[in-house]
């Protein structure tokens, strides 16, 4: 996708031919600064730090990452510590795991001569494949906004979305944003409730800045506004990403879905989730007891960053002093509340039957 006419993706190979390029997510929208990475050490570091953040990125970072590490050593005990490693920096998204265990197969058995080379490429074809399914979902979602459209002509086609399930979340074309992308380029009059999707604000900064630099019409709204907008028939349909989809379609992603999936259940309206294969997890059936959910840091529910009108960086303290604070970052969505799944492979129900009639080879 586009950043003021210049093409980017969110992780890319520098010019010098090993180190890895990302944006620092948690400069943006106000800077745009593109961090370079040169050890797995300093990988692990921006995902933790969600300098990188989105579950099919991360996956793709720490394929680079496995890579950056072996050109230091590349034995076997160095391939199991990377993978082990950067396995813990997060533990929801399930791309992760999914990344780091089709680099360990994929250069296990390799001689160590031939690993690095070999890492690379598989680290790259991560990364395309990834972008490639994204433009995938979005040909698979379209449909479901081109119907609203037609449904009624002239008028705008309302989509809620919470979090940042755009290209910065992904390697290109996002997974949510995927099909509203599509839908603004085919000409379709598309407006984008944005979440702001607090505590990180990945929706006002991350969503909206997307969003802008693409032309798509969008309006941030405080997190609490969405069922008040859906009551008042200001919503046609909600559009969410995922971090980790159960065998029998329940959903995890950024801590509040589930309560938009509530109100759009109560108020008729569709609630579509966009995935790419990566992002499912065939031994995990019942979300709610067995998705791991990760507790971040109290400081990120207390304070607040953001530009001053001097534009500098500034974090101010919004919690009472003293208070603690708790900050479950994900939440699950019942496959019950869930209208459907959108996957690289067409829609599906979110069932197991839903999603195995497109995955018939899921072990
Ligand atoms: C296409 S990304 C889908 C999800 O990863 C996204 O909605 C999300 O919850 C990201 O969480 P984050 O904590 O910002 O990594």
Not at 105 to 126: C, D, F, S, T
Not at 148 to 163: D, Q
């Amino acid at each position: 996708m586009k950043i003021d006419g210049t093409p980017y993706r969110s992780v890319w190979v520098d010019a010098d031919g090993w180190s890895v390029r990302i944006l620092d997510q948690t400069k943006l929208p106000w800077q745009l600064d593109i961090l370079r990475l040169v050890d797995e050490r300093q990988v692990a570091q921006a995902i933790r730090s969600m300098q990188v953040r989105g579950a099919p990125l991360i996956g793709a970072v720490a394929a680079y990452g496995v890579a950056l590490a072996l050109r230091a050593d590349a034995g076997t005990d160095s391939l199991d510590r990377v993978v082990t490693m950067l396995g813990e920096t997060r533990p929801t998204a399930i791309n992760l795991a999914w990344a780091l265990d089709r680099m360990r197969a994929r250069l296990h058995n390799l001689p160590a001569g031939e690993r690095v080379a070999a890492a690379y490429a598989e680290a790259q074809a991560i990364a395309d494949d990834d972008a490639e399914t994204c433009r995938r979902i979005g040909e698979h979602g379209l449909p479901l906004l081109r119907e609203i459209a037609a449904r009624k002509p002239g008028e705008t086609v309302n989509v809620l979305t919470h979090c940042n399930a755009g290209w910065l979340a992904t390697v290109d074309y996002g997974t949510a944003l995927s099909p509203i992308y599509q839908a603004h380029d085919a000409g379709i009059p598309v407006h984008v409730w944005v979440d702001e999707t607090r505590p990180r604000n990945q929706g006002a900064a991350l969503t909206a800045f997307e969003l802008g630099k693409h032309g798509v019409r969008h309006t941030v709204v405080a997190d609490n506004a969405g069922g008040h907008l859906m009551q008042h028939g200001q919503v046609d349909i909600c559009i969410v990403g995922t971090d980790r989809v159960t065998r029998r379609g329940d959903v995890a992603n950024k801590i509040g879905t589930y309560l938009k999936a509530l109100a759009a259940r109560d108020n008729g309206l569709p609630f579509w989730v966009a995935l790419p294969h990566s992002t499912i997890d065939w031994r995990v059936a019942d979300g709610v007891a067995e998705i791991p959910i990760e507790e971040r840091a109290e400081a990120e529910v207390t304070d607040l960053t953001g530009r001053t009108a001097d534009g500098r960086l500034e974090t101010v303290r919004v919690a009472a002093e003293g208070s603690p604070a708790a900050n479950p970052a994900f939440d699950v969505t019942p496959a019950r509340l869930v209208t459907g799944l959108i996957t690289e492979r067409g829609r599906c129900d979110a069932s197991e039957a839903g999603l195995r009639g497109l995955y018939p080879e899921a072990p």
